[in-house]
C-alpha cells in the first residue's frame, strides 16, 4: 500500500510502492529501459489528487538544485522535459508535486511550515557526501527567508546500515560507518538527519521511515537486492491550494 500523509493541512506527501498487478510492479521511472508508455499509465494511475502538476528532475547524484517558479508539469509525461542535472527541487507554488526516484537512495522531503516553501531531495552516498540537503536548506533560507525553526522533514524508505555494504573507497568520505564482519556499512538516511541537526533543525521535526528497501524489497525497488534493477519508486511532495 502506497504511503500517503501529510506535515498539516496544507503541506502532502506520498511515496510509492510495488504492485505485482501493474506494469513492471508499478515502476514510475522514465529514464530505465522499461516501455515508457506503460510507465507513463502507471503515473497517471496513482491516486494522487486532481490538479496537481508534477516536476521530475534527470537525477544525476549531484548536489544541484532548482528552484521551481512555473505551475507547470516537467519531465512527468515525457523525460526530455524533466528537469536537467538536477538532484535538489524547491518550490512555493501550490499544487505543484516534486517529484524524487529512487531505489535504495535517501529521498528526503522537507517543508518550510512558516513560509510554505517544500523540497524534494534524492541523497545517494555522492549527494550525500557533497551536502545536497545542506545546500537545499540554505537555498530555501536564501529565496524564501526559510527559518530553521520552522523546518520539517520526512525521510521516505531507503536502504540502511543493514544492508547498505560499501568499500573503504565510499566509506572514507564518511565518520559514521560501522563495520560487520570486515565490511563497511553505512546508513545515509542517519547521515543525512545528522546534517538537518546540525543546521539547527530539531530531532523532534525530522521524522525518518524505519523501512530498508533492500529488507523490504518486496514492497519498495532495491537496485542492491534486485541486482540492478530498472524500477523505481516515487516520493512526492507537495502544497494544497489554500
Known amino acids: 500500500m ?7 493541512n496544507y503541506a502532502h506527501y506520498f511515496v510509492s510502492t510495488k504492485d505485482i498487478n501493474i506494469p513492471y510492479q508499478n515502476s514510475l521511472a522514465l529514464h530505465t529501459n522499461q516501455n515508457p508508455t506503460k510507465i507513463i499509465q502507471n ?12 516536476i521530475v528532475a534527470n537525477q544525476t547524484h549531484s548536489s544541484n538544485i532548482q528552484i521551481i517558479k ?5 519531465g512527468w509525461s515525457d523525460e526530455k522535459s524533466a528537469i536537467k542535472d538536477c538532484d535538489g527541487l524547491i518550490t512555493n507554488l501550490e499544487n505543484v508535486g516534486l517529484c524524487i526516484l529512487t531505489a535504495d537512495c535517501v529521498p528526503i522531503l522537507i ?15 555522492r549527494g550525500t557526501k557533497d551536502n545536497i540537503v545542506k545546500n537545499a536548506i540554505s537555498q530555501m533560507i536564501m529565496n524564501f527567508n526559510s527559518k530553521i525553526e520552522s523546518i520539517e522533514v520526512f525521510i521516505a524508505p531507503s536502504i540502511r546500515d543493514c544492508c547498505y555494504e560499501i568499500d573503504w573507497e565510499v566509506a572514507k568520505y564518511f565518520d559514521t560507518y560501522t563495520q560487520k564482519s570486515g565490511k563497511y556499512m553505512l546508513d545515509l538516511a542517519n547521515i543525512n538527519a545528522s546534517k ?13 521511515s524505519p523501512i530498508c528497501t533492500s529488507c523490504s524489497s518486496d514492497k519498495f525497488f532495491s537496485y542492491r537486492k534486485e541486482r540492478g534493477c530498472d524500477g523505481r519508486f516515487m516520493s512526492i511532495i507537495w502544497l494544497n491550494k489554500s
Open 2 to 8: 502506497n504511503i500517503y500523509n501529510k506535515f498539516d
Open 43 to 54: 503515473r497517471v494511475n496513482l491516486n494522487l489528487p486532481k490538479g496537481l502538476n508534477f
Open 70 to 74: 512555473d505551475n507547470l508539469s516537467k
Open 111 to 125: 517543508y518550510d511550515k512558516a513560509n510554505r516553501v517544500i523540497s524534494a531531495i534524492h541523497a545517494g552516498w
Open 196 to 208: 538537518l541537526i546540525d543546521m539547527g533543525i530539531k530531532s523532534s521535526n525530522i521524522q525518518i
